[in-house]
């Protein structure tokens, strides 16, 4: 009867032990620490891409704003914004549009022709990306488009 009450009593500090109690529980929240930790690079990673693409547009529009013949440079324009953006594959050449301010008013495209005296001139640069996850998330695109965009004058007039 002694061993028979001795085994229940081991049995019952089995159960009511609290050994490897803490290894399940790393088990458990392992995972969720990972994946938080996944994302937090992801989103570090797409906002360093879309502050890239912003000061790759600014890039453009100061080459392009520095006087009336760089604004009409567009390949220069393009240039250097792909220099800042470090010549990125995921950027695609950025665009320049040339705008107009006359008399002081709303900027619209540049009239063709004759142009009034009083018409400030300013640079448009936009630079399109495609921020790429390093890992493929159910319910969430590959890819998301990232873009910047800048409006800047054009200096010596």
């Known amino acids: 009867m002694s061993k028979l009450r001795a085994a229940k009593m ?3 500090d089995l159960i009511s032990s609290d050994r490897g109690a803490s290894l399940v529980e790393f088990a458990v929240v392992a995972p969720v620490l990972i994946f938080l930790a996944i994302g937090l690079i992801e989103v570090g990673r797409y906002t360093t891409f879309a502050i890239t693409a912003a000061n790759a547009a600014r890039a453009g529009a100061q080459y392009g704003a520095q006087n009336l013949t760089t604004a009409l440079d567009n390949t220069g324009v393009q240039a250097a914004a792909l220099r800042d953006a470090q010549n990125n594959p995921n950027f695609s050449a950025p665009t320049l549009t040339h705008l107009c301010s006359v008399g002081g008013g709303a900027l619209q495209t540049c009239p063709s022709g004759t142009v009034p ?3 400030v001139y300013y640079v448009k640069v936009q630079v399109n990306g495609k921020f790429k996850s390093l890992l493929s998330y159910p319910g969430l695109p590959p890819s998301i488009n990232v ?3 800048i409006v800047m004058r054009v200096a010596g007039q």
Do not use: E, P
């Open 10 to 12: 081991r049995i019952k």
């Open 117 to 119: 005296a009083n018409t």
């Open 147 to 149: 873009n910047g965009s």
